[in-house]
């Protein structure tokens, strides 16, 4: 990824996601946080474990950084993602966008979906 400067709870999710560090990764998220996945909506820290420990390290998910795009208040990253899931039907590479809007540096919400570049 080009040389941009992701704000510092970012850098903490990208390395305790792919440590894998879970309680690191929750800690990243502000105690009423939301996490919009797959059509889905986990609400507080409680639901954001449960979602990260069976849709990401139960997966053995990696997050590669591959784009910075600015959009406005939210910072998206573009992750190239791999693990231990059904890739039947998905783009390869899998390149997910993930919105983060951070407040008081932890993340309050974070978006995921199928980046744009993936469908091409």
């Known amino acids: 990824m080009e040389s941009i400067l992701l704000p510092?709870?970012?850098?903490?999710?990208?390395?305790?996601?792919?440590?894998?560090?879970?309680?690191?990764?929750?800690d990243c998220f502000s105690e009423d946080a939301?996490?919009?996945?797959?059509?889905?909506?986990?609400?507080?820290?409680a639901?954001?474990?449960k979602?990260?420990?069976?849709?990401?390290?139960?997966?053995?998910?990696?997050?590669e950084p591959k784009q910075?795009?600015?959009?406005?208040?939210?910072a998206v990253v573009v992750f190239k993602i791999d693990g231990d899931f059904d890739k039947t039907g998905l783009p390869d590479p899998l390149l997910l966008d993930f919105s983060f809007h951070i407040h008081d540096?932890?993340?309050?919400?974070?978006a995921i979906?199928?980046?744009?570049?993936?469908?091409q």
């Open 68 to 74: 910075h795009k600015p959009n406005g208040e939210e």
């Open 105 to 110: 540096f932890k993340i309050k919400r974070l």
């Open 8 to 26: 510092q709870v970012i850098q903490d999710f990208i390395a305790a996601a792919n440590r894998p560090d879970p309680d690191a990764y929750v």
């Open 34 to 45: 939301i996490v919009l996945d797959e059509g889905k909506e986990w609400a507080g820290k």
């Open 51 to 63: 979602w990260s420990t069976e849709y990401h390290f139960g997966a053995n998910v990696t997050l």
């Open 113 to 119: 979906q199928l980046s744009e570049g993936a469908l």
């Open 47 to 49: 639901a954001i474990k």
